[in-house]
């Protein structure tokens, strides 16, 4: 499976961003997929995760309340909505797959990053 995300920009701290990561290849449906994010000098962090059918999310606490992780299997995509951005929220954003129904932490296939820029 192949990744593109989009959606990344340069957005004032309070503000909010809807990436987007769009898959090719068969059987969407069939694979977990998940968002990291890797800050200037840092090591990539976990941002969250979704299942297969989207009923089962799982959030890093840096997150969670602001972020939202969803798919939409009919369109091969999933999204991360981004709500009450702060400046350490600036990174380069990747989306992952991984072959399975269940919740991921380790991926197989990566996007290639989206940046988003949080001013304050």
């Known amino acids: 499976v192949q990744l593109q995300a989009s959606g990344g920009g340069l957005v004032q701290a309070g503000g909010s961003l809807r990436l987007s990561c769009a898959a090719s290849g068969p059987m969407f449906s069939s694979y977990s997929m998940g968002w990291f994010r890797q800050a200037p000098g840092k090591e990539r962090e976990f941002v969250a995760t979704i299942n297969w059918s989207g009923g089962s999310t799982f959030y890093a606490d840096s997150v969670k309340g602001r972020f939202t992780i969803s798919r939409d299997n009919a369109k091969n995509t999933v999204y991360l909505q981004i709500n009450s951005l702060k400046p350490e929220d600036t990174a380069v954003y990747y989306c992952?797959?991984?072959?399975?129904?269940?919740?991921?932490?380790?991926?197989?296939?990566w996007g290639q990053g989206t940046l988003v820029t949080v001013s304050s």
């Open positions: 992952a797959a991984r072959y399975g129904l269940g919740l991921a932490f380790e991926y197989t296939y």
